[in-house]
């Protein structure tokens, strides 16, 4: 079973970076793709970017590529994504979620992804 428990939020200026976590306790990590979304207040949950199971693939949002970077470490069970040049509009609570399904394919489909951890607020101030 998939649990996932995000961390690394917080309070940031413009332009200053963050490293969000991704670490899976049900030990079943490698078996999925791991996607990251946000959602700000009264916004639906967008997309951001999201890694293979085997860590070989990402996607990207248009808005964070060049920026925002996903890799995972199998060992540590854990999916990072680094941030950099974060902007105001970012704050958001950030999630990860696990896809549902078993495949090669990486979606930037939300709906493709479940097991949602609780989320990490992070604030951009301008």
């Known amino acids: 079973q998939v649990q996932l428990v995000e961390s690394g939020g917080g309070l940031v200026q413009a332009g200053d970076s963050l490293r969000l976590s991704c670490v899976d306790s049900?030990?079943?990590?490698?078996?999925?793709?791991i996607g990251w979304f946000r959602q700000a207040p009264g916004k639906d949950r967008e997309f951001v970017a999201a890694?293979?199971?085997?860590?070989?693939?990402?996607r990207y949002a248009d808005s964070v590529k060049g920026r925002f970077t996903s890799s995972r470490d199998t060992a540590k069970e854990t999916v990072y994504l680094e941030m950099n040049s974060l902007k105001p509009d970012e704050t958001a609570v950030y999630y990860c979620?696990?896809?549902?399904?078993?495949?090669?394919?990486?979606?930037?489909?939300?709906?493709?992804?479940?097991?949602w951890g609780q989320g990490t607020q992070v604030t951009v101030s301008s």
């Open positions: 979620g696990a896809d549902r399904l078993l495949s090669d394919y990486v979606s930037i489909n939300r709906w493709r992804y479940d097991h």
């Open positions: 049900g030990r079943t990590f490698s078996t999925n793709n």
């Open positions: 890694i293979s199971r085997n860590g070989d693939s990402t």
